[in-house]
Structures are given as structure tokens and as C-alpha cells.
């Protein structure tokens, strides 16, 4: 049995410690924010950092779910994600799957408008004005439609539809199965590694966005959560806010406790979603960037 030398031990141990460390500094404004929001106002104020409360209280979270801002901003949210999400998968791979053909005609010549896509964009003015002459103003496909469709994602994608093997379209074919049918019942499921990495990719693009809600949506009850998140961050700061969409009990700034349970409560759903597709996370990367 090969035994390790000292030199191999010490390396490994410092390693050990600088990487305990270093997951420690990750997590501590997680359990920071946690902390906070089962804490009560005094203590807060008291200490102003606080990773262990003296004494815990749920008054925060009690206090946003009994106004109907927060939900209704986290039912939009879930809404928007979730219907989003389909859109841009569905979209991404009809336009991925001819494209990974090499008998489709232009085929070179619209990936590099693709290409040209992730380099160069009109701009927040064209963009808004494309979006108002399609009548999207104050709806919710002015945060989908305008995104459909990631140059990143659609490349990823395009790459692995590419790896597959052209043996089991050419049996599909032959038993009598078109290109829209090999896409359902073939391509797609052998393809849920990376389709599982770009769920989460728009997923979490979506449940983060909200500088597009800010510009397109002017009714406050169609704000997503991290809408609602910023006006109450701003609030507490004591900046100026629009204040359209809060009622009565807002109008004192919000308690720094109130501020980290919205947190809690706009983070907290996307996280439980990542383990479920960790597994498939790395792989369907990889597998998706192997070729160009």
C-alpha cells in the first residue's frame, strides 16, 4: 500500500483548510440573510450583524404574507417563469433541430446572424419601441417574446442535437416518422440532460429579471416578486421609490428584517428547483459544447 509523505499530507491538509474556509465566506451571507429574518427589529438594530438571534421571531414573514402585494407578486413571478421557461425551450429547440442538419439550406449563414446576435444588440430605446408598435406594453409577453430564444442556449443545444447519432433518424424515417415526430418521440427525450441545463438556465433568468418588468409593465399588480424586492430594498434605504403599488402599510419604510425575509421568500423557491436538475447540470453543458 502506497503511503502518502508528509509534504503530500501537509499540501492536502492546507488545501482542506483554505477550501473549508473559502465555503464558509460562500455561505455566510446566506445564513446572514436567514439569521436576519427570523430576528426581531431590536436585535437587528442592536448589533447589526447577527448570524445566531437571541431570540427568534416570525413577526417578518407573518408581516408580508398578510398584505396581498407579496403574493400576488410571487404568483406573477411563478407565472412568468413557468410559462416563460416553456416558450423558450420549445422555440430554442424547434430552431436548434433544423439547425443541426447540415442539408438545411443557409444553414452557415444564419448561425452567424446568431452569432452575430451575442455580440451586437439594438439597444434599450429600439428594443422598447419594437415592443411598443407590437402593442406589448403592460403585458406579460413583453418579458417573454422579446427573449424567445438565447443565442447561448440555442448553440448549446444545436451542438448536441448535432452528436447524435444519424442511424436513428434514418430508422425513424424510414418507418414512416417526419422530422417534427423525430423531434418529439426521439430527439428530445435522449436530449434531457441538456434540456434540464437550459430549464434552469432560462428558469433562473426569468425568476431574476427585473429591469424588463420596470420598463414594459406599468401596472404594479402584474409586478413580479424582484420588483417588489427593489422598491422594498429602496424604501428601507430611504430612497426614492414609486410607491403606486403599496398600500397603507408602506408607508413607513419597512424594518430590516422585513427587508431579508422578502428575500428569503424570492430566493428561496429557485433554490429548491436546483437540486432537482443538479445531476443533469454539468453534463448537459459539456455534452452541449463539445463541437461549434
Not at 452575430?116 to 439594438?122: H, P, Y
Not at 436530449?191 to 432560462?202: D, E, G, K, N, Q
Not at 427593489?230 to 403599488?245: A, T
Not at 397603507?248 to 432537482?276: C, D, G, W
Amino acid at each position: 500500500m502506497h503511503r502518502m509523505s508528509i509534504g503530500s499530507r501537509l499540501f492536502d491538509a492546507v488545501n482542506l483548510i483554505f477550501l473549508t474556509c473559502f465555503a464558509l465566506i460562500t455561505v455566510l451571507p446566506f445564513v446572514y440573510v436567514i439569521a436576519g429574518s427570523f430576528t426581531t427589529t431590536t436585535e437587528l438594530l442592536k448589533k447589526g450583524f447577527v448570524l445566531i438571534p437571541t431570540v427568534y421571531s416570525l413577526e417578518a414573514y407573518h408581516y408580508i404574507f398578510s398584505t396581498p402585494i407579496i403574493i400576488r407578486s410571487l404568483l406573477n413571478t411563478i407565472y412568468i417563469t413557468l410559462l416563460g421557461t416553456f416558450l423558450n425551450l420549445v422555440f430554442t429547440s424547434l430552431m436548434a433541430y433544423p439547425l443541426a442538419r447540415k442539408a438545411l439550406f443557409m444553414r452557415r449563414g444564419i448561425m452567424l446572424m446568431v452569432i452575430f446576435s451575442m455580440l451586437f444588440s439594438g439597444g434599450m430605446i429600439p428594443s422598447f419601441l419594437v415592443v411598443k408598435e407590437l402593442h406589448l406594453i403592460n403585458t406579460y409577453w413583453a418579458l417573454m417574446i422579446p427573449g424567445l430564444i438565447s443565442a447561448f442556449n440555442l448553440i448549446i443545444l444545436k451542438n448536441f442535437f448535432q452528436e447524435l447519432p444519424d442511424g436513428i433518424e434514418e430508422s425513424a424515417k424510414i418507418d414512416g416518422c417526419n422530422d417534427l415526430g423525430i423531434l418529439l418521440r426521439i430527439v428530445l427525450p435522449l436530449s434531457m440532460p441538456v434540456i434540464a441545463t437550459l430549464t434552469l438556465f432560462y428558469a433562473v433568468g426569468h425568476w431574476n429579471s427585473f429591469f424588463s418588468a420596470i420598463i414594459y409593465l406599468n401596472q404594479s399588480d402584474k409586478w413580479p416578486i424582484q420588483v417588489i424586492l427593489r422598491q422594498i430594498v429602496i424604501m428601507s434605504e430611504g430612497g426614492l421609490f414609486d410607491s403606486s403599488g403599496f398600500g397603507p402599510e408602506y408607508v413607513t419604510p419597512p424594518s430590516q428584517s422585513i427587508k431579508m425575509a422578502v428575500i428569503v421568500v424570492a430566493t428561496a423557491p429557485i433554490l429548491v428547483v436546483y437540486p432537482f436538475l443538479q445531476k443533469h447540470f454539468a453534463k448537459g453543458v459539456l455534452l452541449g459544447s463539445v463541437k461549434g
